[in-house]
């Protein structure tokens, strides 16, 4: 079932829950809100009236972060690296692509024909070993601090998580995105996610757990929710 609220379309799911709870869902903007069983329509209606405002922020956010997305790899842009900005100059050559960084500027060397998928391919490929390679400086100090441990970790392109853990394989997974914001934000996702290796929920203990190890986590998580995701695969 769904309804019409101000233009925008808001998609609903009676369930067997407590609470209403809503949610803006990307890359689209879908717009979903699970209610209890005993909650009558016209009361969906009434707190769906009244986050309106919150609703059209969350679907700006997306489209902002889609309108990312057209990057072509091109000289001119900006991609950010571990916070910092850098203009990109692209160069050609038939020889091999490379990707430097030379004060504000990223040199790209690719092939002039290549297309922006192939430009982005390599692109991420240079990004990934430099997340690997920052991964490996701080998970070992990090599980020596914390005297948690995980498995294995990898690193993984997602839409909409910054990291997870398995509980099954005992896996990290690290987004690659992380790779364009501060360096402190990799750090908190790891302690984060190593939180998980031992507290299944974000209740109290676990708060308590990220407080002890990195007391000022709620400014960095406050930077990751307004720094946008730099594109987002199609
Ligand atoms: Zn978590």
Redesign the pocket.
């Known amino acids: 079932m769904s309804m019409k609220i101000q233009n925008i379309e808001i998609e609903i799911v009676k369930k067997k829950i407590k609470n209403l709870h809503l949610s803006v869902l990307p890359p689209s903007g879908t717009v979903r809100i699970s209610a209890p069983l005993s909650v009558s329509d016209e009361n969906i209606r009434l707190f769906a009236a009244s986050k309106i405002s919150w609703i059209r922020a969350q679907q700006n956010k997306f489209a902002t972060q889609l309108r990312h997305s057209e990057r072509e790899y091109v000289s001119g842009e900006t991609i950010y690296i571990w916070g910092k900005q850098y203009f990109m100059q692209v160069e050609y050559s038939y020889k091999s692509n490379n990707f430097l960084l030379d004060g504000e500027k990223v040199i790209l060397t690719v092939r002039k024909e290549s297309t922006a998928k192939q430009r982005r391919n390599y692109v991420n490929e240079v990004l990934r070993q430099y997340m690997k390679d920052e991964i490996n400086q701080l998970l070992p100090v990090l599980e020596q601090k914390t005297g948690l441990k995980c498995k294995r970790w990898l690193v993984k392109y997602m839409k909409t998580r910054w990291g997870t853990?398995s509980d099954v394989t005992g896996t990290i997974s690290l987004n690659l995105q992380l790779v364009h914001k501060p360096i402190e934000c990799l750090e908190y996702i790891i302690v984060?996610?190593l939180?998980?290796t031992i507290y299944r929920s974000?209740g109290k203990d676990f708060i308590a757990y990220v407080d002890t190890y990195l007391p000022y986590w709620r400014e960095i998580k406050n930077k990751l929710n307004t720094l946008t995701l730099d594109y987002i695969e199609e």
């Open positions: 853990y984060h996610e939180g998980h974000h």
